[in-house]
T-cell receptor, first 110, second 112 residues
């Protein structure tokens, strides 16, 4: 089983809203990732958690706040987003080098 | 810095073979991957190759790696309409950074 789940599947939010994206895996993977993918572009790395600690932050604006409550869960808290933040947000996890992706959350900021 | 390039579009007829190409610049790449993305979906890991190998076959998929030229290819035999998707090559270097660098993606269109 190489399943990574993400909720919600779609999210529409205003620029003053606060929302959270959730990601879950039960494969015992100890590294988890957030990627952002704009239309017709490849995914771009945002954050990496390794053993529940933030190990990489790719200079992401502070309106995106990641959280790793335990080894199976990864959240992305969103606040005061801009319309240009509209994108597909992908979560991934890995045990060694193989990264497995979830289906993504399609975010629209109005 | 790292750079991964792919051609943007490939069209083939059902039953033919497809070959998707990728070039990369990072000489410290340890693993190279092929991912498939269907419309509105996440990325599916198709296969990968370790940098000390030159070929890997997995059912209809054949990966060829020319490390000297930094060239990677994915051959899909007997291409089906369900293979229509965007294919991304990606690499990870040996720096321990654990971050994938993706190519721009190749859209494969399979005509019946």
């Amino acid at each position: 089983d190489t399943e990574v789940t993400q909720t919600p599947k779609h999210l529409v939010m205003g620029m003053t809203n606060k929302k959270s994206l959730k990601c879950e895996q039960h494969m015992g993977h100890r590294a988890m990732y957030w990627y952002k993918q704009k239309a017709k572009k490849p995914p771009e790395l945002m954050f990496v958690y390794s053993y529940e600690k933030l190990s990489i932050n790719e200079s992401v604006p502070s309106r995106f706040s990641p959280e790793c409550p335990n080894s199976s869960l990864l959240n992305l808290h969103l606040h005061a987003l801009q319309p240009e933040d509209s994108a597909l947000y992908l979560c991934a996890s890995s045990h060694s080098h193989e990264q497995y992706f979830g289906p993504g959350t399609r975010l629209t900021v109005t | 810095g790292e750079d991964v390039e792919q051609s943007l579009f490939l069209s083939v007829r059902e039953g033919d073979s497809s070959v998707i190409n990728c070039t990369y610049t990072d000489s410290s790449s340890t693993y190279l991957y092929w991912y498939k993305q269907e419309p509105g979906a996440g990325l599916q890991l198709l296969t990968y190759i370790f940098s000390n190998m030159d070929m890997k076959q997995d059912q209809r998929l054949t990966v060829l790696l020319n490390k000297k030229d930094k060239h990677l290819s994915l051959r899909i035999a007997d291409t089906q309409t369900g293979d229509s998707a965007i294919y991304f090559c990606a690499e990870i270097s040996d720096t321990g950074r654990r971050a994938l660098t993706f190519g721009s993606g190749t859209r494969l269109q399979v005509q019946p």
